[in-house]
């Protein structure tokens, strides 16, 4: 057990709708990523909060955003859903930048 | 931009010494690191090396560097089917503004056949 949780653990939905990630970092992690692994792109980085504020983004689509809230616990939404997002959904959260927690990962399904 | 490259899979027997390869192409990288992921969970950081360091072993595990090639490699000793995993290798990459950005390879599934 990392430390991390993700809810919910799988999600169906329908093309063209919105849902909700959500993230508890570990205590006293400040940071925290966002990952999306899919079979044919592999793990990519989205995007990184420190502390409440957006850090870095990697390959995070228009149509996807999050933010980090003062408890420090992250949401990504994921908006006009399509097939193609269906892909497991990774948090992970870390002190120095160093070593990297990850949680068990949301499953995404878009039918 | 920054890249880490991994063959896709790997079979090996029980028993047998498994080496996962790794090249990279940032050459400001700080550490580098070897994350496994289990089926159907996150990631889990296996071990790490500093970039100025050519060799570091832990256990059955050890990780060589060749920072003027760009190549990371771990060999897993006495290879167990609990060791089946994806094994993803990850470059952290020097400071800028303020932030470190890690990049993680596609990652190789080991199969350890019994």
């Known amino acids: 057990d990392s430390g991390v949780t993700q809810t919910p653990k799988h999600l169906i939905t329908a093309t063209g709708q919105r849902v909700t990630l959500r993230c508890s970092p570990r205590?006293?992690?400040?940071?925290v990523y966002w990952y999306q692994q899919s079979l044919d792109q592999g793990l990519q980085f989205l995007i990184q909060?420190?502390?409440?504020?957006?850090?870095a983004k990697g390959n995070i689509l228009e149509r996807f955003s999050a933010q980090q809230f003062p408890d420090l616990h992250s949401e990504l939404n994921l908006s006009s859903l399509e097939l193609g997002d269906s892909a497991l959904y990774f948090c992970?959260?870390?002190?120095?930048?160093?070593?990297?927690?990850f949680g068990p990962g949301t499953r995404l399904t878009v039918l | 931009g920054e890249d880490v490259e991994q063959s896709l899979f790997l079979s090996v027997r029980e028993g047998d010494s498994s080496v996962i390869n790794c090249t990279y192409t940032?050459?400001?990288?700080?550490?580098l690191y070897w994350y496994k992921q289990e089926p159907g969970a996150g990631l889990q950081l296996l071990t790490y090396?500093?970039?100025?360091?050519d060799m570091k072993q832990d256990q059955r595990l050890t990780v060589l560097l060749n920072k003027k090639d760009k190549h990371l490699s771990l060999r897993i000793a006495d290879t167990q089917t609990g060791d089946s995993a994806i094994y993803f290798c990850?470059?952290?990459?020097?400071?800028?503004?303020?932030?470190?950005?890690?990049?993680f390879g596609t990652g190789t599934k080991l199969q350890v056949i019994p």
């Open positions: 205590s006293g992690d400040l940071s």
């Open positions: 992970a959260s870390s002190v120095s930048g160093h070593e990297q927690f």
């Open positions: 990850a470059e952290k990459g020097a400071n800028s503004g303020g932030y470190q950005k890690v990049t």
């Open positions: 940032d050459s400001s990288s700080t550490y």
């Open positions: 090396i500093f970039s100025n360091m």
């Open positions: 909060y420190y502390n409440g504020e957006e850090r």
